[in-house]
């Protein structure tokens, strides 16, 4: 069963600061998605990752795909408040198992303060 | 740009009652899906739908959950004898292909279904 694990859940951090949040994928995938979710709202398309060593950057975003180590990152640059929100990671299934799913990371909680 | 649309926004139900969960997929896509996310948890798979059949669902998605495109533009979730742990947001998702590589999911905005 294909599990997707994101690290850290929670994150706190200053504007103007960088991070890193992580997703890790327990079985071969070559598509992967990052999605933002406002409180109460729906999933925001981030980004699609196709291929191994796929990097997308979109302001101060950027998301790249290892899938040797089945591991995707989303880097965030000179945070800003507004991108205060949930993101999450979620793993395509049709091309490799045949089944018309995504199956998604627990999420992480981005709070950037002032 | 073309939209996923879900109707009620938010659904206030007795536990045991009945609900049906609209939505209206973008009108060129083929492949339906409903996805439940409980309140602060993640996003889980309920089903997804092509061809106007089930072709996969998860052990969520058991007996007291059906799904139907009754008519060529709308696809419900019904949720016969609802109960408290069926408290969650429900979205639906609509894509264009499946197995091709340049297709994307895309969500509606989700209904809140709260049973009291």
């Known amino acids: 069963e294909l599990k997707v694990e994101q690290n850290p859940l929670f994150l706190s951090m200053q504007e103007g600061k960088n991070y890193t949040i992580y997703c890790n994928y327990s079985?071969?995938?070559?598509?992967l998605y990052w999605y933002r979710q406002d409180p109460g709202k729906s999933l925001e398309s981030l980004f699609v990752?196709?291929?191994?060593?796929a990097v997308k950057q979109e302001g101060r975003l950027m998301a790249s795909l290892d899938t040797k180590a089945r591991l995707s990152t989303l880097h965030i640059t000179a945070a800003v408040h507004d991108l205060s929100a949930t993101y999450f990671c979620?793993?395509?299934?049709?091309?490799?198992?045949?089944?018309?799913?995504?199956?998604f990371g627990q999420g992480t909680r981005l709070t950037i303060n002032p | 740009e073309p939209e996923v649309t879900q109707t009620p926004s938010h659904q206030v139900t007795q536990m045991g009652q009945e609900v049906i969960l609209r939505c209206v997929p973008i009108s060129n896509h083929l492949y339906f899906y409903w996805y439940r996310q409980i309140l602060g948890q993640k996003v889980e798979f309920l089903v997804s739908f092509y061809n106007n059949e089930i072709s996969e669902k998860s052990e969520i998605f058991d007996d007291q959950f059906s799904v139907e495109r009754p008519d060529g533009s709308n696809f419900t979730l019904k949720i016969r004898s609802t109960k408290l742990e069926d408290s969650a947001m429900y979205f639906c998702a609509s894509s264009e292909g499946f197995g091709q590589r340049d297709y994307g999911y895309t969500f509606g905005s989700g209904t809140r279904l709260t049973v009291v």
């Open positions: 079985t071969t995938s070559d598509r």
């Open positions: 979620a793993v395509d299934t049709s091309l490799t198992q045949g089944a018309q799913k995504l199956v």
């Open positions: 990752l196709l291929s191994n060593g």
